[in-house]
């Protein structure tokens, strides 16, 4: 089952998540849009993100101010922010972004085919991770079947080589059998 990449759009103002749900379309990616840094919290915690789009300048809660708890928390602090702003070229404003973990730091007006870019880079590296996590979980699966196995060889033998009773012969048959069938402990 492969589980959906996420982008979540987090800005005040209605019209620009519309844009930037316009702008990610047909990409591989669901957008989730909210209206604040509270609203971005509280998503975070129900569902997992490749990357999230922040407005830096809101009220209340701004995006650094956002940021910064999504970096605190274990669950969400790898996931890739790109901080979008309507502010002029302040490179204070980008460095705090940088500072408060942020990946990139995307002035508007930008071009909307350098974040379609940027999105698609962090919806593979995403994938790819999901992949890995599931690659790494079957190994480990495999390594456990192999080391019950082992052992059932390994008690089957001994129970041949102790005695040269039937029953033992028996007990160590059914032993190689349960392990050849996978029915080990």
Not at 86 to 98: E, M, N, P, S, T
Not at 118 to 129: C, D
Request: glycine residues 4%.
């Amino acid at each position: 089952m492969t589980q959906t990449a996420k982008a979540l759009l987090v800005d005040d103002r209605r019209e620009n998540l519309m844009a930037l749900e316009a702008i990610l379309q047909g990409l591989p990616v669901q957008s989730v849009a909210v209206e604040s840094g509270e609203a971005a919290l509280k998503q975070l915690l129900v569902d997992d993100f490749a990357v999230i789009l922040l407005d830096a300048q809101m009220p209340d809660m701004d995006g650094f101010e956002t940021a910064t708890h999504i970096k605190r928390r274990e669950r969400t602090r790898h996931v890739p922010i790109i901080f979008l702003t309507a502010a002029d070229k302040d490179a204070q404003l980008a460095l705090r972004g940088y500072a408060v973990g942020a990946v990139d730091y995307l002035t508007k007006p930008f071009d909307p085919w350098v974040l379609r870019a940027k999105v698609t880079v962090f919806v593979e590296l995403w994938v790819k991770t999901r992949q890995l996590a599931a690659q790494s979980d079957l190994v480990r699966e495999r390594d456990l079947q192999w080391r019950r196995l082992v052992e059932a060889v390994d008690a089957a033998t001994a129970l041949l080589r102790a005695d040269d009773d039937p029953a033992a012969r028996e007990r160590a048959t059914d032993l190689l059998e349960q392990a050849r069938w996978g029915n080990t402990r």
